[in-house]
């Protein structure tokens, strides 16, 4: 295994793309990766790296890709957001993250992927704000412990293509709206505590591959 703590980043060649997927790294992310301050897709997946996410960053106003799903981060998603708003694919999958969603994710206008799933510590319930980001195409939040109903806002998700909440926390009535009326194609709420009926709007799109509602408090009607 390396350790990334101790390595050093110049941006002697105007870096873009960084990608130290299944690297073996370990310790933190370093200081001197906010001198890449051209980069805007950074790959992190599948490593031992730990600590909280460095607010380092958050420097790197160009990010639009940031992957660190299936490594071992914790304490709580960073809600210093302001300076990455071009920021569109973030995973966070597989970490040790605790805490709620921060409503500055809701400042994250360009954002597409978003997906915190399997991290049984984030609790709390989905942002009323999360439905402002209208190009949202797939949103995951399984294996986690976030609940509560959805929001409303959230039938502002016209895109929204992979929709996964499976084994978390969430209930009250699903939303009776258009959903992703055109395009959502996967829909998964397994494990949960929904109530009430399944409303045929959700049926609405002909782009539906999977349907996954078992599990739940539903009454089929």
């Not at 295994?1 to 997927?21: G, H, I, Q, R, S």
């Not at 299936?70 to 805490?99: C, E, K, M």
């Not at 494990?191 to 999977?210: D, E, H, R």
Request: glycine share 6%; aromatic share 12%; net charge negative.
């Amino acid at each position: 295994m390396a350790d990334f703590t101790t390595t050093l980043f110049y941006d002697a060649c105007n870096v873009e793309k960084l990608n130290l997927v299944r690297y073996g790294l370990r310790g933190i992310i370093p200081e001197s990766l906010a001198n890449l301050t051209m980069l805007q897709v950074l790959r992190l997946s599948e490593n031992d790296i730990e600590g909280t996410v460095s607010p380092y960053l958050w420097n790197l106003s160009s990010l639009e890709v940031l992957m660190l799903d299936r490594n071992q981060f914790g304490g709580v998603i960073p809600n210093q957001t302001d300076s990455i708003t071009n920021l569109a694919y973030w995973n966070l999958n597989f970490n040790n993250f605790h805490g709620s969603l921060p409503e500055s994710v809701c400042n994250l206008t360009q954002i597409e992927f978003l997906t915190v799933a399997a991290n049984s510590g984030l609790t709390g319930t989905i942002p009323d704000c999360l439905g402002n980001l209208t190009k949202m195409d797939t949103f995951y939040a399984y294996q986690t412990s976030i609940g509560g109903t959805l929001p409303q806002s959230l039938c502002n998700w016209d895109k929204i293509e992979y929709f996964a909440l499976l084994g978390s926390q969430f209930s009250g009535s699903l939303l009776d709206c258009p959903f992703g009326a055109n395009s959502l194609k996967y829909f998964a709420i397994r494990n949960n505590y929904f109530t009430g009926s399944i409303p045929s709007t959700l049926c609405a799109s002909n782009q539906m591959i999977s349907f996954d509602f078992v599990t739940n408090l539903f009454v089929l009607v």
